[in-house]
């Protein structure tokens, strides 16, 4: 059975990872759409940006964002003036798992944009749709599953994010400690092996079960196969 520490941790994770999830998730969408429907001098420095966190060790992005969002920050300094503070706060930890996630979302989406056929949107166009209403009512439709993929993906992502959080807003009870930080903590602990095998199901449980969500939803849009 899970304790009282073991369901707040559990909360902390999901609410750190689905908001991380939904702020990213238009970004993601945006970037996608850009390398994948335009050419323009940079797109290949654009496109090694956005996955530079895949190659990079999570220890030097937490890092970049302790410079970029710290108290010192230029970025800090202008959210906090917001009144808004990522510097050992919950918020922090899901500005980590957001940057981590995003290039697995863009990805994601790219690909499914992609694979949508612009004549398509070509014959929309052709029947009087302008250029946003045949991109709404017909690449973005057939794009769905990319998208939900990408939300599958993105939230696998932030729920398992470790190195950039410990980094950025260290391993805070009740603030800061998601999943991976306490199965870190407990396993640092002496007796603390039952809490390991109980968070770390926790985790595999919460993983699958978006798994199965998402080929759920893919399949009562009619979508293709996520996997």
């Known amino acids: 059975m899970l304790s009282p520490d073991d ?4 909360a902390l994770s999901l609410k ?14 945006a970037l996608a759409w850009v390398l994948a429907r335009t050419r323009f001098p940079g797109r290949l420095l654009l496109d090694a940006l956005v996955h530079l966190p895949l190659v990079l060790p999570p220890v030097v992005m ?3 964002l302790l410079l970029g969002f710290g108290a010192n920050g230029p970025f800090g300094r202008f959210f906090a003036e917001l009144g808004v503070t990522f510097l050992f706060r919950w918020t922090g930890a899901a500005l980590a798992a957001a940057v981590m996630a995003l290039p697995l979302m863009v990805r994601a989406i790219r690909l ?3 694979a949508v056929d612009p004549r398509l949107e070509a014959a929309a166009r052709t029947l009087g749709a ?3 209403r045949a991109f709404a009512t017909v690449a973005l ?5 990319g998208v939900l993929a990408a939300t599958v993906l ?6 398992g994010e470790f190195g950039a959080t410990i980094t950025f807003v260290s391993n805070i009870p009740g603030e800061t400690r998601t999943l991976p930080l306490a199965i870190y903590s407990a396993l640092q602990m002496p007796g603390g092996d039952a809490q390991v095998v109980r968070l770390a199901a926790i985790s595999v449980a919460l993983s699958l079960g978006a798994l199965v969500a998402s ?7 009619g979508g293709t196969r996520v996997a």
Do not use: H, K, Q
Not at 141 to 145: D, N, Q
């Open 7 to 10: 369901w707040a941790i559990v």
């Open 16 to 29: 750190v990872g689905l908001v991380a999830v939904l702020l990213t998730l238009p970004v993601a969408f």
């Open 62 to 64: 937490g890092w970049l």
């Open 112 to 114: 499914s944009l992609e």
């Open 130 to 132: 302008g250029p946003w």
């Open 141 to 145: 439709p057939l794009s769905l599953p």
């Open 154 to 159: 993105g939230l696998a992502r932030s729920l």
């Open 215 to 221: 080929e759920a939803l893919a399949r009562r849009m």
